[in-house]
T-cell receptor, first 115, second 115 residues
Framework: AQKVTQAQTEISVVEKEDVTLDCVYE???????LFWYKQPPSGELVFLIR??????QNEISGRYSWNFQKSTSSFNFTITASQVVDSAVYFC????????????FGSGTRLQVQP | AAGVIQSPRHLIKEKRETATLKCYPI?????VYWYQQGPGQDPQFLIS?????QSDKGSIPDRFSAQQFSDYHSELNMSSLELGDSALYFC???WGRGLNTGELFFGEGSRLTVL
């Protein structure tokens, strides 16, 4: 069975601090995709990144960076110099096997960035 | 660019009533997914359609049904509504069925409140 664990329920930081959101996953598949989505207070799900299981290169996009480590089944997300607009719930997700591509979501981490 | 369109955005129903949610995928996307997100919960996969055929089924109650039409839009029908059905319902669409794509684009969600 697939499982995504986001152990941090809620994180509060002050603006300009760096913050890392943890994601640990379980899967028996050798081929899979990992995702991060942002859900701001308005409710929509905003796609941030997709990473396939064969690509362990870290990725940086502006203030966002992702660290994928297959050896520890982790796909952590770091926001550098956080801003108030980063306040949201962040979900890590895993694609399911067999070409379904329905996603299994973690329980989410609520990030509050205080001014 | 066109996104996934969901309607209505908000819906209030009484217990035991019926509700229908609509989803218009991104043009040329052939796969539609429905997710249910309860208050404070992560999105749970309900059902998906590929080329107008049911592709996979998740935790969709028997009281719910869905279909994808010839123009690729999809409708989620919910009958005998219960208080626990109050949730944000997301539709997502993607192109292609294999794992090579893997990116789901989500709509802004339809918020159903059952009184």
């Amino acid at each position: 069975a697939q499982k995504v664990t986001q152990a941090q329920t809620e994180i509060s930081v002050v603006e300009k601090e760096d913050v890392t959101l943890d994601c640990v996953y379980e899967t028996r598949d050798t081929t899979y995709y990992l995702f991060w989505y942002k859900q701001p207070p308005s409710g929509e799900l905003v796609f941030l990144i997709r990473r396939n299981s064969f690509d362990e290169q870290n990725e940086i996009s502006g203030r966002y960076s992702w660290n994928f480590q297959k050896s520890t089944s982790s796909f952590n997300f770091t926001i550098t110099a956080s801003q108030v607009v980063d306040s949201a719930v962040y979900f890590c997700a895993l694609s399911e096997p067999g070409g379904r591509r329905a996603l299994t979501f973690g329980s989410g981490t609520r990030l509050q960035v205080q001014p | 660019a066109a996104g996934v369109i969901q309607s209505p955005r908000h819906l209030i129903k009484e217990k035991r009533e019926t509700a229908t949610l609509k989803c218009y995928p991104i043009p040329r996307h052939d796969t539609v997914y429905w997710y249910q997100q309860g208050p404070g919960q992560d999105p749970q996969f309900l059902i998906s359609f590929y080329e107008k055929m049911q592709s996979d089924k998740g935790s969709i109650p028997d009281r719910f049904s869905a279909q994808q039409f010839s123009d690729y839009h999809s409708e989620l029908n919910m009958s005998s509504l219960e208080l626990g059905d109050s949730a944000l319902y997301f539709c997502a669409s993607s192109w292609g069925r294999g794992l090579n794509t893997g990116e789901l684009f989500f709509g802004e969600g339809s918020r159903l409140t059952v009184l």
